[in-house]
């Protein structure tokens, strides 16, 4: 045992050689019959005679398991059941615990217990919090500080009307703005855009670093414990004027692009290749709304492969979904702001050509790409 005040070892390595449940087993007194999820104990301190088992185990944000006992508010974690139970102080409860997980000083860690038993519970709906950080951050955004981004937005071609619509916002770092554990992280200044249900409720946000390099990355998003990845996000639209056609988007920048320009959007979110559940929920959506999908194909393998797969599947929905490459090799974006007039190129769904840009059924006989006159 090392002398009072100084533990040997990080909090975090031994919480996670820690297995609570276990713990409390060992230290506190199990409730007769209770097991799996639903486990519960009396409570560990020991002036507290809690005859009914008001003890149960849960993980906070950060992945780490904690114990509460509810009838007396009561709580903590694994080294303050041990301190609580065996009168130790804090420092000697971890050295405790090391031990018993099988550390030593001049021996390798023994591994940590398996990560999907240590990562929090995804969250099935959004936490308030997210929503908090969007409306800090489309704050920020209003503020003379939000300046740059603006210019930043406009450059990009999203509009004021746009930004105020869809609460866009600036993150200015986490330096400059402190956040709950879980939020995108802020490694430096990114742009903030929020995701929508189809009915318009906020589901998400993704913070889009200005600077990757810096940044280390493009995207962050909420950890899952927060809120669930949509995989889809409806961009919030001033005024549809053209409900004919749904245009599906990589990304919500191009996104709201499509819906600033008078169609319904529809983002596809995240790395991940769509799915059969990402079909059926497209699907659903374009024969609720009577409306026709015509995917926006990205310039690039990764574009064509997102056609190749979502094509097919939607076609297994019953659903006849278009195809349009903008010309040149330009992505949307590229070519919204080359080409004011490209909404134009947008084929109604009763005409399937139209002078310029290409609708096509079929991913794996693309024709190649038209001229259109920018
Ligand atoms: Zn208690």
């Not at 297994?316 to 080409?339: F, I, K, M």
Request: hydrophobic share 40%.
């Amino acid at each position: 045992m090392t002398a009072p005040g100084r533990a040997r070892w990080p909090i975090d390595q031994v919480l996670e050689r820690t297995d609570l449940s276990a713990l409390l087993d060992e230290l506190a007194e199990p409730a007769a019959g209770s097991m799996g999820r639903g486990r519960k104990w009396h409570c560990p301190m020991p002036y507290h005679e809690d005859h009914r088992a008001s003890v149960t185990m849960f993980r906070d944000r950060t992945g780490h398991e904690r114990w509460r006992c509810w009838s007396g508010d009561h709580r903590g974690d694994a080294i303050d059941l041990v301190v609580a139970t065996t009168g130790r102080d804090r420092a000697e409860a971890i050295d405790w615990l090391a031990n018993r997980a099988g550390m030593h000083p001049d021996r390798p860690l023994p591994p940590a217990r398996p990560r999907q038993s240590r990562a929090p519970a995804a969250a099935k709906v959004m936490d308030p919090l997210v929503a908090r950080y969007v409306q800090a951050c489309h704050r920020v955004l209003g503020a003379s500080a939000g300046r740059p981004l603006r210019e930043w937005l406009h450059a990009r071609g999203i509009t004021d009307a746009t930004i105020t619509a869809n609460l866009i916002g600036v993150d200015p770092g986490r330096t400059m703005m402190r956040r709950a554990r879980g939020l995108p992280y802020g490694a430096e200044v990114a742009a903030t855009f929020p995701v929508y249900g189809p009915g318009g409720a906020l589901t998400y946000v993704q913070a889009r670093y200005l600077d990757p390099d810096a940044a280390g990355r493009k995207y962050d998003n909420p950890a899952a414990a927060l809120a669930p990845h949509p995989r889809l996000g409806f961009p919030i639209t001033a005024n549809t004027t053209r409900p004919d056609v749904t245009l599906v988007c990589e990304g919500m920048p191009d996104a709201l692009i499509a819906a600033q320009a008078g169609f319904q959007a529809v983002g596809l979110l995240g790395a991940q290749t769509p799915d059969e559940s990402v079909a059926a929920r497209l699907a659903n959506h374009a024969g609720n709304m009577g409306t026709q999908l015509v995917l926006v194909c990205d310039p690039d393998a990764a574009g064509r492969r997102v056609a190749d797969a979502l094509i097919p599947l939607l076609d297994e929905c019953g659903h006849d979904a278009g195809v349009v490459t903008p010309p040149d090799g330009l992505d949307l974006n590229d070519w919204a702001s080359r080409c004011p007039t490209w909404p134009d190129h947008i084929p109604a769904p009763d005409r399937p050509e139209r002078d310029g840009a290409l609708v096509d059924d079929d991913p794996v006989e693309r024709r190649p790409l038209h001229e259109v006159e920018l």
